[in-house]
C-alpha cells in the first residue's frame, strides 16, 4: 500500500483498472460455463453481431483487396515478379491484414455497441431490476454477448478475407487478365495451415477481448447520460489497444513454432 501511494494518480488508476478488468473477467469464467445457459439470448447476439457487422466488414474487406492490390502491383512489376502478386496478397491478408482490419472495425462497431447499450441499462437501473426479479444480469447480459463476440468475429475474418482476395481478384483481373481458377491456385499454392491456424485462433481472442471490454465498461458506466458516451468510447479505445497487444503475443507465438 505505501508503494500504490508513491505511484502517480494515472499509474494507480492504471493499475485499478487493471485488477478490476481481470476480475471481470475471472468471473465470466467462473460463471459462463455454469447451467442455466441463456441460448436464446446468446442466438440472437450472435446475428446482431455477426450479421449486422458484415455489410461493414465486406466493404473494408473487398476496399483491402483492391488497395493492396493497386499498391503494390507496380512495386512487383519493377523487380519482375508480377507473378507473385495472387500468394503475396493471399498471406498478408489471411496471416495479419484481414484479422487485424476486421478486428478494429468490430472494436470500434460492437464494443461501442455493447458498451452503449449496458452503460444505459445500467444507469437507468434495469440491471439493479433483473437482480432484484431474481435474474442473473451478469450470465444473461455479459455471458451471452462475450460468447457471441468470441464465436462471431472468426466467421467474420473468414468473410473478409473472402472478400478482399476477391477484391485483389478484380484488379489483377482488369490489368493482367489473369484467370479466376489460376489467381486462386496460385493463393492456395502457398497457404499452409501454419499460416490459417494461427490466424483463426488469435481471432477468437480478439473477439473475447473486444466482447468483456464492451461489456466490462458498460457494465460499471456511472454519471448518468454522461457516463454512457463515456464507456461506448474508452471501450473502444481499450478494446482496440487490447487487439494490438494479443495480436504481438500470437505473432510472437507463432514465430516460436515456425522456428521449431
Not at 478484380?170 to 502457398?190: P, T
Amino acid at each position: 500500500m505505501m508503494i500504490l501511494n508513491l505511484l502517480p494518480i494515472s499509474l494507480k488508476e492504471f493499475f485499478k483498472e487493471t485488477g478490476s478488468l481481470a476480475q471481470f473477467s475471472w468471473r465470466f469464467f467462473k460463471v459462463g460455463f455454469k447451467p442455466p445457459f441463456e441460448i436464446k439470448e446468446f442466438l440472437r447476439q450472435c446475428f446482431l453481431i455477426g450479421n449486422k457487422s458484415f455489410t461493414l466488414v465486406a466493404t473494408t474487406g473487398f476496399i483491402m483487396g483492391l488497395v493492396l492490390t493497386l499498391q503494390t502491383r507496380p512495386t512487383l512489376i519493377e523487380f519482375g515478379a508480377e507473378s507473385w502478386m495472387p500468394s503475396m496478397v493471399g498471406i498478408a491478408i489471411v496471416r495479419e491484414i484481414g484479422p487485424m482490419v476486421t478486428a478494429l472495425i468490430c472494436a470500434g462497431r460492437i464494443g461501442s455497441s455493447i458498451g452503449a447499450e449496458l452503460g444505459s441499462m445500467k444507469v437507468t437501473e434495469q440491471i439493479d431490476a433483473m437482480e432484484v426479479s431474481g435474474t442473473n444480469p451478469f450470465k444473461f447480459l455479459v455471458v451471452t454477448r462475450v460468447m457471441a463476440a468470441t464465436l462471431m468475429l472468426p466467421i467474420l475474418v473468414i468473410m473478409a478475407d473472402s472478400v478482399a482476395l476477391f477484391g485483389s481478384w478484380l484488379v489483377e483481373h482488369a490489368k493482367g487478365d489473369v484467370s479466376w481458377e489460376l489467381y486462386f491456385r496460385q493463393v492456395f499454392a502457398y497457404l499452409r495451415f501454419g499460416d490459417i491456424i494461427p490466424a483463426l485462433t488469435k481471432c477468437f481472442f480478439f473477439g473475447f477481448v473486444i466482447g468483456i471490454v464492451g461489456c466490462y465498461k458498460g457494465y460499471y458506466s456511472k454519471k448518468g447520460t454522461e457516463g454512457v458516451g463515456k464507456a461506448a468510447n474508452t471501450a473502444v479505445v481499450l478494446s482496440s489497444m487490447l487487439v494490438f497487444i494479443v495480436d504481438f503475443i500470437a505473432v510472437l507465438i507463432a514465430d516460436i513454432f515456425y522456428e521449431l
